[in-house]
């Protein structure tokens, strides 16, 4: 699902986000690996300020795996608890359970100390669009020990989704929005898929990325498309792939808004290979 965002959707998703969260003690912050830091909502912090909290890098295996684990590292020393995941698969949700116990430490013990015993954790997932958030609720509440129903008074309207004795999942995701703040940052969301590219700006995006390519996954283009010399100016780089490609226009012209979206659709796909666009250590 891709999103045009307007100031009417951000207030509008701020809002249930506001709502939402006042139900439940965990936020599980779904990053896209590829993204780490574009795919973060500047506001969460603030929102989920005295709630538990678990960031998960997800997608993880359409990202590059010395940087995943650079990511953790980062992540892990900024004091959050996290975890490299695939929603899709499951992989890497296995320890969830772990997870919350060690990021709801506090609330746990508090809980104890007050003579209050087995209340699950209340759990909900958060992220930008097409990050994985209905995914990861699918991968659970597929394997979930029961659908709790709604309960009257406490949780009006809700449904919540039995991951185990300790924890439910609130079964609606929370939206938010994603940054603007420059434009290196649209181009990288727009690139994963997370806010819609525009058919014009299909070229620019391909463009971009074919630039970032050289930099720093030198090989990919003239593994994927042939004999390409990958030195050429990105605009030419883009018309060898037209070429390779056989797109061509009526006049026999290489048609390089076909090849854009080709490229850009190898990338989304992982079939450029695994590629992390924000570099840890540069972000
Ligand atoms: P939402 O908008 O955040 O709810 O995102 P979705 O759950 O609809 O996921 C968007 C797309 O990403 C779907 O095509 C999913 O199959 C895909 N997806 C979700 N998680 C993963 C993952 O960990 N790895 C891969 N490769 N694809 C994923």
């Known amino acids: 699902m891709n999103v045009q965002w307007y100031p009417g959707h951000m207030t509008k998703a701020r809002r249930m986000m506001q709502e939402d969260i006042k139900l439940v003690d965990l936020v599980v912050e779904l990053l896209d690996a590829r993204v780490p830091v574009s795919s973060r909502n500047p506001d ?20 590059d795996e010395a940087q995943n684990r650079r990511w953790e590292e980062i992540i892990r020393a900024e004091g959050a608890v996290t975890a490299l995941v695939n929603a899709r698969s499951g992989s890497g949700l296995k320890t969830f ?17 007050r003579g209050i015993k087995n209340r699950p954790v209340r759990a909900m997932v958060a992220g930008i669009p097409n990050v994985g958030k209905s995914t990861f609720i699918n991968t659970f509440a597929g394997r979930s020990v029961a659908k709790t129903g709604n309960k009257p008074g406490v949780t009006k309207g809700k449904q919540w989704i039995r991951l185990s004795k300790e924890v439910e999942l609130l079964d609606t995701p929370g939206i ?3 940054k603007f703040e420059d434009e290196e940052i649209g181009l990288k969301l727009a690139l994963i898929g997370s806010i819609r590219d525009e058919i014009l700006q299909g070229q620019e995006l391909a463009l971009y990325l074919l630039g970032f390519l ?12 042939g004999e390409i010399d990958e030195k050429l100016p990105a605009p030419q780089l883009l018309m060898e792939i037209a070429k390779a490609r056989g797109c061509l226009k009526k006049g026999g012209e290489p048609d390089t808004d076909r090849a854009a979206a080709l490229l850009l659709d190898d990338l989304r796909s992982g079939r450029l290979g695994r590629i992390t666009l924000d570099r840890a250590g540069e972000a």
């Open 44 to 63: 969460i912090r603030a929102m989920a300020a005295n709630k538990s909290r678990i960031v998960l890098l997800n997608k993880a295996d359409l990202a």
């Open 97 to 113: 359970g772990q997870l919350v116990q060690e990021a709801c430490r506090e609330k746990i013990e508090r809980d104890r100390r």
């Open 176 to 178: 938010l929005w994603p």
């Open 214 to 225: 050289a930099e720093h996954y030198a090989g990919t283009i003239a593994g994927r498309y």
